[in-house]
């Protein structure tokens, strides 16, 4: 989920165990596609998504709920810059999706899982222009 101050926005992404993948908002499905089972072997990696936009007064977690917390450098992420990706990947690689005109901030690989997810941070580079997020 990405909090959003209007609350019948509610973007996300759902990957399914049969490998359906969709991204809603307003609860319309925007993106529709087919990836790999989560019920046999997985190979490579799957994009769940990558998220531009976020606000700033979000309340902090209480990191004691849940597995592992990936955390942010105050300014990295706001209203026109900054963007997060997730990706499922099989142990050992490294995700594929990337974007030329941004600097790898963090990146967490959760290895509790089978596959495992990698988020990866993105700020934009010096120049690019930080309103230009293309995936």
Request: proline share 6%; charged share 15%; hydrophobic share 35%.
């Amino acid at each position: 989920m990405v909090p959003r101050a209007e609350r019948d926005w509610t973007p996300h992404a759902s990957y399914h165990l049969d490998g359906t993948h969709h991204m809603k908002s307003y609860g319309q499905k925007t993106v529709r596609r087919h990836g790999q089972a989560l019920t046999g072997v997985f190979t490579g990696t799957e994009n769940l998504g990558c998220f531009a936009g976020h606000g700033t007064n979000l309340a902090e977690c209480d990191q004691v709920l849940f597995h592992g917390v990936l955390e942010v450098p105050i300014g990295v992420l706001g209203a026109h810059h900054g963007t997060i990706c997730i990706d499922l990947v099989e142990p050992g690689c490294q995700p594929i999706t990337a974007i030329p005109s941004h600097k790898v901030v963090r990146r967490k690989t959760f290895t509790d899982i089978l596959p495992h997810v990698v988020i990866t941070i993105y700020s934009p580079r010096q120049g690019t222009g930080a309103r230009n997020n293309r995936f």
